[in-house]
């Protein structure tokens, strides 16, 4: 999946004014118009995924490590927040960024699995994902077991979430394309490149590994708070279960591994599909995913990005 | 100490089902290259098969073998075909066949949701409750029956891969594909074929399963899990070096029960997954699966 460098520099650069009239729009979009709360909600859960979905793409996209496992972070992230709220009244902000310090550092626990590479390290991530999701729901104590953890249930919160996703996905949107522009982001491609040439021109793979997979984690355990706050109530099995995983990988891959707008694009397209199509037949979910995924693979390998580049290339030729 | 063989008998079962699942995602990834993510689908599809034979035309689970296999195999060709050839090979191919062959598993999954229902199935046959007396202990006649397949695959798999012209070819272009299309062996072929013998041992492995155990669409995740567990610890150098680490990793989850709560127990073989590919990416024997 390698670029060349002119789409790269596209990519990684979409004009920032565009970026930030978009932003700006959706936050007045519910003051300006009467949205009712059903478009309020979905806005907010896309918010959310594609904040998840962008930090799941700096550790699959960026550094090439397609992790299967990270809803254990989402979990993690999740249950730490609920805990500080129930336990010690924490305001929900505070308890959040708590949660996602405590995924960021749960992260690191996956030190010793970075030296796997390609499906040997995907491999490892799904054994680590369903592990925890056994060990957390067995863990009656800390996560309720079985039958979860209510939230006092906050409408106001609720609605704020909005904003709050919304302010979270601009800055991870905003860390994604200062990452790729940084010597950092070379570093990351170099890894993702060749561990082995990136260690002889001194870019050490341990280090930077280790430095992605802590940010990763951890905003991905900052939107497992939010989505705890949000619905105000979460149960081991879902939070940890292997579909949240899959649904990050899905959501990269099919809106463009790699690249800063295909997460997003990817989460768009995917609410859109599950509230639209699916919403009448859900039983097809699984195997449409895995249709896209398949044409994807073989036909555009980055994605809805790859495809809105070849009519952009298209469009121009004309 | 009836206890500890009933515990023995299971783990030796177990061993010879994982044994079979890991043979066919063993050859292809030694031959290929690719890790086949769709062999848990595959595992699953060969149990539904097995099930619609017994319920629709009551044919025994033991004599539709032959169906099960050949459709098990027809499903490698097609997939090969139509969709593995086009992968990139090897290390950059990675995460490409990883994905799309899971992209695969999904469509499988969904199809046998659609056809058969989320419901727990299994194969009941008129001996599946008959057991014979071993040891002080009971066994049934249809895990006997399964572990004495499960011993025949792999002597008759080696007996393939050693003696066999197809065999020589396989393993050459295991080792050297450029030099065998010097030698004039068709590659294509090879790879073609292997990849249908690996998904007809995932398909037996999946009808064998069937008769024992309960089944539903998700059916093959786990199981696919430990197949990897079992390839990476037994390494590619020989059938019986699998047959060994499947009778490790079978004895370590079953007697897990004596010192862990039931609930957590199948989580011994993720654990075990990380912790092989951690400590041990070498394997036992020293025949390195991972490159």
């Known amino acids: 999946m390698t670029l060349p460098t002119a789409t790269l520099r596209a990519l990684a650069r979409p004009a920032p004014a565009a970026f930030a009239v978009v932003v700006a729009a959706l936050a007045i979009l519910p003051v300006a118009f009467d949205m009712s709360s059903y478009s309020h909600n979905l806005l907010t859960l896309t918010f959310l995924t594609v904040t998840g979905a962008l930090a799941w793409n700096w550790m699959g996209g960026f550094v090439g490590q397609v992790s299967f496992g990270h809803a254990a ?48 390290f995907s491999i490892a991530t799904i054994g680590v994902g369903e592990a925890s ?79 992605v997979v802590v940010m990763s984690g951890a905003v991905v355990g900052l939107t497992g708070g939010m989505y705890a706050s949000y ?78 580049l070849r009519v952009g290339r298209l469009v121009r030729r004309r | 100490m009836a206890r500890f063989v009933d515990l023995a008998f299971s783990a030796i079962l177990l061993a010879g089902l994982y044994a079979t699942m890991a043979y066919g995602l063993g050859l292809i990834y030694g031959v290929l290259r690719v890790v086949n993510l769709a062999h848990g689908g595959v595992i699953m599809a060969g149990a539904y098969i097995g099930w619609v034979l017994h319920e629709r035309a009551g044919l025994d689970p033991y004599l539709s073998i032959p169906i099960v296999l050949v459709a098990c195999f027809a499903i490698g060709i097609v997939l090969y075909r139509l969709l593995v050839r086009h992968l990139p090979r090897g290390a950059a191919g990675g995460p490409a066949s990883l994905l799309l062959l899971f992209g695969v598993w999904l469509v499988l999954r969904n199809a046998a949701y659609l ?45 393939l891969l050693r003696r066999s012209y197809v065999g020589k070819a396989i393993r050459a272009v295991a080792q050297n594909p450029d030099s065998c299309t010097l030698a004039g062996i068709d590659v294509e072929r090879i790879y073609t074929l292997t990849f249908g013998i690996g998904t007809a041992l995932a398909g037996l492995a999946g009808l064998l399963s069937a008769t024992i155990f309960a089944f539903n669409p998700t059916f093959g995740s786990a199981e696919l899990l430990k197949a990897f567990v079992v390839v990476v610890l037994g390494g590619l150098g020989s059938i019986y070096g699998m047959a060994v680490a499947a009778l490790i990793v079978a004895v370590v989850e079953v007697f897990a029960i004596l010192v862990l709560p039931s609930y957590l127990t199948s989580a011994v073989g993720f654990v075990m997954l990380v912790l092989v590919l951690i400590f041990r990416p070498g394997g036992l024997f020293g025949q390195r699966v991972l490159g």
């Open chain 1, 133 to 211: 999701r056994l060990l957390f729901t067995y863990w009656e104590s800390f996560t309720g077991g079985a039958s979860g953890l209510s939230l006092p249930i906050d409408t106001d919160l609720k609605h704020q979430l909005y904003w709050w996703g919304l302010g979270v996905c601009a800055a991870a949107a905003v860390a994604s394309v200062a990452i790729r522009r940084s010597s950092l982001g070379l570093q990351l491609l170099a890894i993702k490149a060749d561990v082995e040439a990136a260690g002889d021109v001194g870019v050490s793979a341990t280090f930077y590994q280790d430095l």
């Open chain 1, 73 to 120: 972070l989402f979990g993690i992230g999740g249950f730490v927040a609920a805990r500080l709220v129930l336990d010690a009244h924490l305001p929900p902000p505070l308890a959040w960024v708590t949660g996602a310090v405590a995924a960021g550092i749960v992260s690191l626990g996956a030190h010793p699995m970075l030296r796997l590479r390609g499906p040997y």
């Open chain 2, 115 to 159: 056809i058969f229902t989320g419901d727990d199935q299994a194969i009941r046959t008129s001996y599946s409750t008959r057991a014979l007396p071993v040891l002080g202990s009971y066994v049934s006649v249809n895990r006997l029956a399964v572990l004495g397949i499960a011993m025949v695959t792999p002597v008759l798999l080696h007996w």
């Open chain 1, 231 to 308: 619905f105000s109530f979460i149960e081991p099995q879902d939070m940890f279960g292997f579909d949240r995983s899959i649904a990050l990988v899905l959501t990269c891959v099919i809106g463009g591994v790699g690249t800063v707008l295909g997460p997003a694009l990817g989460a768009v397209v995917l609410v859109l599909l599950r509230e639209n199509l699916l919403a009448s037949y859900p039983q097809l979910y699984l195997g449409l995913y895995g249709l896209l995924l398949i044409f994807i693979i073989l036909f555009e390998p980055l994605g809805l990005t790859g495809l809105l």
